[in-house]
């Protein structure tokens, strides 16, 4: 009832809406963040700098699970269905639920950026049926995952899984490179990032700077939580003295880790810093589970480690587009005292790096904005005819 309601609301609105003429502007939303960030700050930036005072509108909501925040997010919903009305161009970085209820214009430009620069965890339809999947009330009535009329990629092996999880033709898939990946590549950047990390955590000087970044557990975002079984006590023992470890939680965590007073010069929170790239610059080893930060970390070619005593049980609940034990670009630990060994002894194969970068990456070379820009966003605004 709840999903046909919204649905219909929705609907409404956007008939209501559908007469208002349409203006060259180029919108940027996202259900998931405060701020704008990653892919949609990149092409927004890169569309600024290449076509100066274009119109562009930002439409920031995170979602909460309560009954005021549905109700907001409904809101932000009805505000999103005006300026899909009204703009010729409309991007998204994940899921976005006012997009698949309506059928949009025939001439507007629909990009999805997404947040992940690899196929890695399963998502949309190939999750139909699990836990964490889309309900079966949902899909009957709306097709989730449509509209788009460009989906971003870093490469072609990339395609397949992702034509899977929307629902979309091959076609609508453009191996542009992923925009938030222009960072690595942007030599000023690659040396302040750095900098900057180390200053705002006072970082200490000659420890390797371990990242440690699980990906969330729960079967809606709304849920989400930490999962703590890395003990940091056997870590801490093993490598404190040489290491430095940054614990980075996902975005969708509402609560903090809690970091016993003791062990605070080895474990620094940074789950609070705007931009997980600028976190890997800094750092000279990464650890975690099941994260796609495991794409962008290979273009540093710097060794990962694989913390995933649950993966098994993962695997049932939401499952991978590759075999997680061989396809994984490292090791796979799962008990602490196997990874802090490892770690401690400082021996590490960068071959799986090289080659894992390779399989997902036909393009990136710093420029993924600039040609999403040229080739997409610019002709959608601005189209011949």
């Given at each position: 009832?709840?999903?046909?309601?919204?649905?219909?609301?929705?609907?409404?609105?956007?008939?209501?809406?559908?007469?208002?003429?349409?203006?060259?502007?180029?919108?940027?939303?996202?259900?998931?963040?405060?701020?704008?960030?990653?892919?949609?700050k990149w092409?927004?930036?890169?569309?600024?700098?290449?076509?100066?005072?274009?119109?562009?509108?930002?439409?920031?909501?995170?979602?909460?699970?309560?009954l005021?925040?549905?109700?907001?997010?409904?809101?932000?919903?009805?505000?999103a269905?005006?300026?899909?009305?009204?703009?010729?161009?409309?991007?998204?970085?994940?899921?976005?639920?006012?997009?698949?209820?309506?059928?949009?214009?025939?001439?507007?430009?629909?990009?999805?950026?997404?947040?992940?620069?690899?196929?890695?965890?399963?998502?949309?339809?190939?999750?139909?049926?699990?836990?964490?999947?889309?309900?079966?009330?949902?899909?009957?009535?709306?097709?989730?995952?449509?509209?788009?009329?460009?989906?971003?990629?870093?490469?072609?092996?990339?395609?397949?899984?992702?034509?899977?999880?929307?629902?979309?033709?091959?076609?609508?898939?453009?191996?542009?490179?992923?925009?938030?990946?222009?960072?690595?590549?942007?030599?000023?950047?690659?040396?302040?990032?750095?900098?900057?990390?180390?200053?705002?955590?006072?970082?200490?000087?000659?420890?390797?700077?371990?990242?440690?970044?699980?990906?969330?557990?729960?079967?809606?975002?709304?849920?989400?939580?930490?999962?703590?079984?890395?003990?940091?006590?056997?870590?801490?023992?093993?490598?404190?003295?040489?290491?430095?470890?940054l614990?980075?939680?996902?975005?969708?965590?509402?609560?903090?880790?809690?970091?016993?007073?003791?062990?605070?010069?080895?474990?620094?929170?940074?789950?609070?810093?705007?931009?997980?790239?600028?976190?890997?610059?800094?750092s000279?080893?990464l650890?975690?589970?099941?994260s796609?930060?495991?794409?962008?970390?290979?273009?540093?070619?710097?060794?990962?480690?694989?913390?995933?005593?649950?993966?098994?049980?993962?695997e049932?609940?939401?499952?991978?587009?590759?075999?997680?034990?061989?396809?994984?670009?490292?090791?796979?630990f799962?008990?602490?005292?196997?990874?802090?060994?490892?770690?401690a002894?400082?021996?590490?194969?960068?071959?799986?790096?090289?080659?894992?970068?390779?399989?997902?990456?036909?393009?990136?070379?710093?420029?993924?904005?600039?040609?999403?820009?040229r080739?997409?966003?610019?002709?959608?605004l601005?189209?011949?005819?």
């Amino acid at each position: 009832m709840i999903v046909f309601l919204r649905k219909w609301v929705l609907r409404l609105a956007w008939f209501a809406f559908r007469p208002l003429p349409v203006r060259n502007r180029a919108v940027f939303a996202s259900n998931h963040a405060e701020r704008l960030r990653g892919n949609l700050k990149w092409v927004h930036d890169e569309l600024l700098r290449q076509a100066p005072g274009t119109d562009t509108i930002v439409l920031l909501h995170r979602s909460v699970g309560t009954l005021a925040g549905k109700l907001a997010t409904l809101a932000a919903a009805i505000r999103a269905e005006y300026y899909l009305a009204t703009s010729r161009v409309f991007i998204v970085d994940d899921y976005y639920f006012p997009l698949y209820p309506v059928r949009p214009k025939p001439d507007t430009t629909i990009v999805q950026t997404w947040h992940a620069s690899g196929a890695f965890k399963k998502v949309g339809y190939s999750v139909a049926g699990k836990t964490f999947g889309a309900s079966a009330s949902l899909l009957r009535q709306v097709r989730i995952h449509t509209n788009y009329t460009h989906c971003l990629v870093a490469s072609t092996n990339a395609i397949p899984h992702y034509a899977e999880a929307f629902g979309q033709p091959e076609e609508r898939f453009f191996v542009t490179g992923i925009p938030r990946t222009d960072l690595f590549f942007d030599s000023a950047r690659r040396v302040r990032a750095p900098r900057r990390v180390r200053e705002r955590y006072r970082l200490p000087e000659g420890k390797t700077i371990v990242l440690y970044a699980p990906t969330f557990r729960g079967d809606t975002v709304h849920e989400a939580r930490y999962h703590d079984a890395l003990d940091l006590e056997v870590l801490a023992r093993a490598c404190g003295t040489d290491c430095v470890l940054l614990l980075r939680l996902h975005p969708f965590v509402a609560t903090s880790a809690v970091i016993p007073e003791h062990l605070r010069e080895f474990v620094v929170d940074v789950s609070d810093h705007p931009d997980i790239n600028e976190l890997m610059l800094a750092s000279d080893v990464l650890v975690t589970d099941y994260s796609s930060a495991i794409f962008e970390f290979s273009l540093l070619e710097r060794p990962m480690l694989f913390f995933a005593p649950d993966h098994e049980a993962y695997e049932r609940e939401r499952g991978f587009y590759f075999d997680y034990a061989s396809g994984v670009p490292g090791p796979i630990f799962t008990t602490t005292a196997g990874l802090a060994g490892h770690i401690a002894a400082g021996r590490f194969d960068l071959g799986r790096v090289r080659a894992f970068r390779q399989r997902w990456f036909d393009v990136a070379d710093g420029h993924a904005s600039e040609r999403v820009v040229r080739d997409i966003v610019l002709p959608g605004l601005h189209p011949r005819g």
